[in-house]
C-alpha cells in the first residue's frame, strides 16, 4: 500500500502505522497523490514524523475538505485566535481542528464566557477540546467554583488541569481533601452532572443528605441566563422525584 509505504519512509514507527490503520483504515486507502500531498503538507506544518501527532494530522487532513478546514478556522478566529495559533494549537493537539464547529463555540464558550479565561489561554492547551463539556469541563469547573467560592482556593486552575489531569489526580487533589469543608464536592465531581442550559430544567444529584433543609448551599452563574443552586428538599416531592435528595434546580437570574 502506498501510503502506508510513504509513511515509513518519513520515518513513521510500525507501531503508530499499525495502530491508526487499524482504527481508520479508510485514512490510507485511497488516492495515492492526494496522501502524498497531504504529508508533505502536515511537514510543513512543521510536524515531526517521529511523533504520533504526525500521523494523528494527516488521518484529519484525509477526512476534511478545504472548506470545513477553513470554516474551523473562522471559529477559531472569531474567538480572537490569529492564524499563528491556529497552527501552533493544530501542532500541539491536531484534535482540536476535528471537532465539531458546535462541540469548538461551546467549549470556547464556556471557558471564556463564564469561567473567565483568556482566549489566549486556551490556544496554548488545545488539548482541552479532546474532552467532554458536559462530562468533564463543567463537572470540574462546579468543583472549582465551589472551592473558589467557600475560600478554600485563590484563583481558577490552569486549563492544563482541566484537559489532562486523571480523575483519580483532580479527586486526589481538589475534591478529597476538602470533603469535610465541602462534603457535596464528591458526588458532584462522581456524577458529572448534565447542568444543560435551559431555564427552569431539574437535574437529580445524589448527593449526601447532610445540608439544611431548604438552604441554599452553593450558587454561581453557569451560564448568561441562569443560576446554579443546590438544594436539599426534605419533604418535597420534585416533578416526580423521590423526596429526600438533593438536587441541582437551573432559576433565571433575572
Not at 52 to 73: D, H, N, Q, Y
Not at 90 to 98: A, E, G, N, Q, W
Not at 106 to 114: K, R, T
Not at 127 to 150: D, G, M, T, Y
Request: proline share 6%; hydrophobic share 40%.
Amino acid at each position: 500500500m502506498v501510503s502506508l509505504d510513504l509513511l515509513r519512509y518519513e520515518g513513521v514507527s510500525q507501531s503508530t502505522i499499525s495502530k491508526f490503520l487499524i482504527a481508520q483504515p479508510r485514512a490510507f486507502i485511497g488516492d495515492a497523490d492526494k496522501f502524498k500531498m497531504i504529508v508533505e503538507k502536515v511537514k510543513g506544518m512543521g510536524f515531526d514524523p517521529l511523533l504520533t501527532t504526525f500521523v494523528v494530522a494527516i488521518r484529519g487532513l484525509v477526512g476534511m475538505c478545504e472548506a470545513t478546514w477553513k470554516s474551523k478556522v473562522d471559529v477559531y478566529k472569531r474567538w480572537g485566535w490569529s492564524e499563528d495559533q491556529i497552527q501552533t494549537a493544530f501542532r500541539k493537539s491536531p484534535y482540536c481542528m476535528m471537532y465539531s464547529e458546535k462541540k469548538i463555540t461551546a467549549i470556547m464558550d464556556f471557558l471564556v464566557n463564564e469561567m473567565g479565561y483568556d482566549s489566549s489561554s486556551i490556544a496554548e492547551t488545545p488539548a482541552i477540546f479532546n474532552n467532554s463539556l458536559k462530562e468533564r469541563i463543567i463537572p470540574r469547573c462546579s468543583v472549582i467554583r465551589i472551592l473558589v467560592s467557600k475560600g478554600l482556593i485563590e484563583e481558577t486552575i490552569p486549563l492544563n488541569v482541566l484537559s489532562v489531569m486523571t480523575d483519580t489526580s483532580f479527586s486526589d487533589k481538589y475534591v478529597k481533601p476538602y470533603e469535610q469543608e465541602a462534603p457535596a464536592l464528591m458526588k458532584i465531581f462522581q456524577d458529572n452532572v448534565d447542568l444543560g442550559t435551559a431555564s427552569g430544567r431539574y437535574y437529580r444529584v445524589s448527593c449526601p443528605s447532610i445540608i439544611d433543609p431548604g438552604e441554599t448551599e452553593i450558587s454561581f452563574f453557569f451560564n448568561s441566563t441562569c443560576l446554579v443552586y443546590l438544594l436539599l428538599l426534605p419533604d418535597t416531592s420534585l416533578r416526580g422525584f423521590p423526596p429526600g435528595d438533593s438536587y441541582i434546580i437551573l432559576k433565571p437570574s433575572w
